[in-house]
């Protein structure tokens, strides 16, 4: 009888272990969802007497540089309690001077500095523009990102004056 307590209390104990573990992001826990921020984002630790550099990925991929600064400021904002399409909103706000570079270079990259080319879209087949298709993907991903740090109790990235590291106030 002894043994067969000991063996209940055993297992309760595990299984209590177990739920514990899963809480906590341990085996396949939710944190599981959370992704790294770019090391490329993060500026290098200046030499002694150097001058500090910025992150090359902003200067030469628009879009690299949009879809970092969504997903910072997705983390460093999703502990809100405003409603995840507010928080997203915010977002995207933030961001917006990098999505002006992207919508720039797109704008740039037609040649004759004219509107950008409309085509039906792959997703709707509606007519839309790379501007336009650059904001709609700016605003999804930014409600996915504070959606999944919401989800995977993602840690924010380190701010520094109001502004997640890896990035530079625009």
């Known amino acids: 009888m002894a043994a067969t307590r ?3 209390v055993s297992a309760v104990a595990l299984a209590l272990a177990g739920c514990q573990g899963a809480h906590n992001g341990v085996a396949g826990g939710s944190n599981s969802v959370c992704a790294p921020f770019t090391a ?3 500026p290098a630790p200046a030499a002694a007497g150097a001058p ?3 992150a090359p990925v902003a200067a030469a991929d628009p879009a690299s540089a ?7 400021w997705a983390y460093a904002l999703a502990s809100s309690s405003d409603d995840a399409g507010h928080v997203a909103q915010a977002v995207t706000a933030a961001c917006e001077p990098a999505l002006g570079r992207w919508n720039q270079q797109a704008a740039s990259a037609d040649g ?3 509107p950008p080319i409309e085509a039906p879209s792959l997703i709707t087949g509606r007519p839309t523009s790379p501007i336009e298709q650059h ?4 605003q999804e991903r930014a409600l ?3 959606v999944q740090a919401r989800a995977g109790h993602c840690a924010a990235p380190p701010m520094k004056d109001g502004v997640p590291v890896g990035l ?3």
């Open 6 to 8: 000991l063996i209940a």
């Open 40 to 42: 490329a984002a993060t």
């Open 52 to 54: 500090a550099t910025a």
């Open 66 to 72: 949009l879809e970092d600064c969504l997903h910072r």
């Open 112 to 114: 004759e500095g004219g």
């Open 135 to 138: 904001l709609t993907f700016a």
């Open 144 to 146: 996915l990102d504070v």
């Open 168 to 170: 530079t106030r625009d």
